[in-house]
């Protein structure tokens, strides 16, 4: 092969993996790709991984809305990029507000949207059309401890970096969403259902690709 066509040729591969391999973020006109809209539980996990902060409704033991439902905003990982477990981690203090309502019911529900990140945007779909995928999750929110701590540590504080300076004296923890049930809204056909096992069990390697 010719020097020129050798280099021409590297030089397409390198393109192929460039856009292949993400680094989408920083390319200008390279959009996220969403995995296949049928595989809804690579969907949850690829929407799970990518947002940074979620909303959370507990329930409220607060007046005058003592068991309405009560709905927050919280900075959550799932694990370090590209590092996805699928479970939502929290750093927690007992002074916040919903905290008061998980000590006394930790059943709640946290919904996240790929609206946070630019495919809805790039794409032009409003935060609430189905096509700018959203997942609903059912649970409880659960503290944490031993190696599941550290990983959340290292899933929170590698996306969050500013939380290693808020101030010790608030008494922070590490919780996780424990997941009983999850809705996906992504494209048309209605809300769909994935059981926690058949979440966990769709693998993250291969929504690696799709990841920026
Ligand atoms: C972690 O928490 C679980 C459940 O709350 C408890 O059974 C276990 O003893 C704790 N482990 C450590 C190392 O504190
Ligand atoms: C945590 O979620 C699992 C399902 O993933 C469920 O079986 C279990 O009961 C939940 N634990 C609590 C304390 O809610």
Same mark, same amino acid.
């Given at each position: ?34 995995? $296949? ?26 007046? $005058? ?14 694990? $370090? #990029? ?13 002074? *916040? ?82 997941? #009983? ?16 096992? *058949? ?14």
């Amino acid at each position: 092969m010719s020097a020129p066509l050798r280099t021409g040729l590297a030089l397409v591969l390198g393109l192929i993996w460039f856009f292949s391999c993400g680094i989408c973020a920083s390319v200008p006109g390279c959009r996220l790709q969403i995995p $296949p809209h049928e595989e809804v539980a690579r969907v949850a996990r690829f929407v799970a991984h990518l947002c940074d902060w979620a909303s959370l409704a507990t329930v409220s033991s607060r007046e $005058p809305v003592v068991g309405q439902p009560f709905s927050n905003l919280f900075s959550i990982s799932d694990g $370090p #990029t590209a590092q996805s477990s699928g479970t939502p981690y929290l750093y927690l203090t007992p002074m *916040e507000i919903s905290v008061k309502d998980l000590q006394v019911s930790p059943v709640s529900s946290m919904s996240m949207s790929l609206a946070q990140t630019d495919y809805c945007r790039d794409s032009g779909y409003d935060p609430q059309s189905p096509l700018c995928a959203h997942i609903i999750l059912s649970g409880s929110v659960l503290p944490v401890n031993g190696s599941e701590a550290d990983f959340a540590k290292k899933a929170l504080f590698s996306r969050h970096p500013e939380m290693m300076d808020w101030p010790l004296d608030h008494g922070w923890f590490f919780a996780k969403f424990n997941i #009983t049930l999850v809705w996906v809204l992504d494209y048309f056909g209605g809300v769909k259902t994935v059981s926690p096992d *058949e979440y966990f069990q769709a693998s993250p390697e291969q929504n690696r690709k799709y990841w920026p």
